[in-house]
Nanobody
């Protein structure tokens, strides 16, 4: 199994920045990709970004391109999401998730999930 723990959420004004961290432990050798999803109340998880564990190939949803940057530090088994120019519509609980075989936007393909961290952007 893989355990994931997010941190770094908080309250920020529109235009501000936050950096989320996702620390992985356990069978990290089995990780193929790590993704960030976000979920607003009453909505399905929304794909934000993902990164290949080995090649560092990255992808983003259109709404965050140019504002968010995903990166990883394999020595620390940690994936980061740097979020700049935050807007109220970015408000959600942010989850990181890992997969053994998949990288993409379908949350159902990810095997392990963290507990989430709240990001609130005030206008």
């Amino acid at each position: 199994q893989v355990q994931l723990e997010e941190s770094g959420g908080g309250v920020v004004q529109a235009g501000g920045s936050l950096r989320l961290s996702c620390a992985a432990s356990g069978r990290t050798y089995s990780i193929y990709a790590v993704a960030w999803f976000r979920q607003a109340p009453g909505k399905e998880p929304e794909y934000v970004s993902d990164i290949s564990w080995s090649s560092s190939s990255t992808s983003y949803t259109d709404s965050v391109k140019g504002r968010f940057t995903i990166s990883r530090d394999n020595a620390k088994n940690t994936v980061y999401l740097q979020m700049n120019s935050l807007q109220p519509e970015d408000t959600a609980v942010y989850f990181c998730a890992s997969s053994r075989y998949y990288d993409g936007t379908d949350h159902r393909q990810y095997d392990y999930w963290g507990q989430g961290t709240q990001v609130t952007v005030s206008s």
